[in-house]
């Protein structure tokens, strides 16, 4: 598609409850990025893969957080037993550029984001 | 590690008016500097971008921003704001072997008739 997807938009989970949320990057773009942002906060680093390869997880907060990227294109981020501070916004961004592409490749497309409300 | 400041947390200003939203990056060499904004609702557009050459880079929706070395800031400015500026703001570097790019904590901008 032209843009990145993002689904669900929106998911109400109760605590201790598994989720999974879904991006579908540019056609092509080599770099995906998982970021979190709560409310009133700026995005917070997650996880980053360069096709298949997850080269950065040092921003998941626990263990719960796991993300995939199987095939290099559609990207999953699980939180597993969900807690109330979960709660936040997950925006996925990718970029054309990989670690051997010119710098000025590297500009971020963000999804709209997928709003998580644990209860 | 990079890290970026932006010290005000809400902005307002009249239609019309000047705009000028402040960045302070941390980081030991020059980074790649970006200001994105971010509409209720949605995810976030790329205003603009500085990665070499001329300090002073114009983005989209009328706006420029200003590298300044020596301050280590990354401004954003506006000559004329409209009432459809009104959103969240925020500035970014991407540093590193893969450019991990790093948020500031953003600036809410609200734009009074």
């Known amino acids: 598609g032209a843009g990145v997807s993002q689904s669900p938009r929106y998911k109400v989970a109760k605590r201790g409850q598994d989720v999974a949320l879904r991006c579908d990057p540019i056609s092509g773009h080599v770099s995906l990025f998982w970021y979190q942002q709560a409310l009133g906060q700026g995005p917070e680093f997650l996880t980053y893969?360069?096709?298949?390869?997850?080269?950065?997880k040092s921003g998941l907060p626990s263990d719960r957080f796991f993300a995939e990227r199987p095939e290099g294109s559609v990207s999953t981020l699980k939180i597993q037993r969900t807690q109330q501070e979960d709660s936040a916004v997950y925006l996925c961004?990718?970029?054309?550029?990989?670690?051997?592409?010119?710098?000025?490749?590297?500009?971020?497309?963000f999804g709209a984001g997928s709003r998580l409300t644990v209860l | 590690a990079q890290s970026v400041t932006q010290p005000d947390i809400h902005i307002t200003v009249s239609e019309g008016a000047s705009l000028e939203l402040r960045c302070n990056y941390s980081y030991g060499a020059t980074p790649y500097l970006f200001w994105y904004v971010q509409s209720p609702g949605q995810g976030l557009q790329l205003l603009l971008k500085y990665f070499s050459g001329d300090t002073l880079v114009q983005g989209i929706k009328g706006f420029e921003a200003e590298f300044k070395r020596s301050q280590s800031s990354f401004n954003l400015r506006k000559p004329s704001v409209h009432w459809s500026d009104a959103a969240e703001y925020f500035c970014?570097?991407?540093?590193?072997?893969?450019?991990?790019?790093?948020f500031g904590t953003g600036t809410k901008l609200q734009v009074i008739p």
């Open positions: 961004a990718s970029s054309l550029a990989g670690t051997s592409e010119p710098s000025g490749a590297n500009v971020l497309t």
């Open positions: 893969f360069q096709n298949e390869a997850q080269l950065d």
């Open positions: 970014a570097v991407g540093a590193g072997s893969y450019q991990k790019v790093t």
